[in-house]
């Protein structure tokens, strides 16, 4: 098993910033891939990012230009740094780990005011 625990999230104003973090703990030797997906009220779960082992990353259209994720191996921990957020961008942003299995973690709110 792999447990995900996010952090980060808030009410930001329009065009600022917020620094979500999700911590792997468990079977972490399992996983290939981290990422973020997001689902708003009354639309599907959607990736945002997502960043492999080796450090490759894939982000959505929306996210491009704006939304940078990281990984710290030794930490266990992905990121995701998120700049010039849009009211769009409010949703409730969940991690995920995959490798034998995909993981998910509780999510965490991120609400944006205009």
């Known amino acids: 098993q792999v447990q995900l625990v996010e952090s980060g999230g808030g009410l930001v104003q329009a065009g600022g910033s917020l620094r979500l973090a999700c911590a792997a703990s468990?079977?972490?030797?399992?996983?290939?891939?981290m990422g973020w997906y997001r689902q708003a009220p009354g639309k599907q779960r959607e990736l945002v990012a997502e960043?492999?082992?080796?450090?490759?990353?894939i982000y959505a259209d929306s996210a491009k230009g704006r939304f940078t994720i990281s990984r710290d191996n030794a930490k266990n921990t992905v990121y995701l740094q998120m700049d010039s957020l849009k009211p769009e961008d409010t949703a409730v942003y969940y991690c995920?780990?995959?490798?034998?299995?995909?993981?998910w973690g509780q999510g965490t709110q991120v609400t944006v005011s205009s």
């Open positions: 468990g079977r972490i030797f399992s996983i290939k891939v």
């Open positions: 995920n780990a995959r490798g034998e299995r995909a993981y």
């Open positions: 960043v492999t082992t080796r450090g490759s990353t």
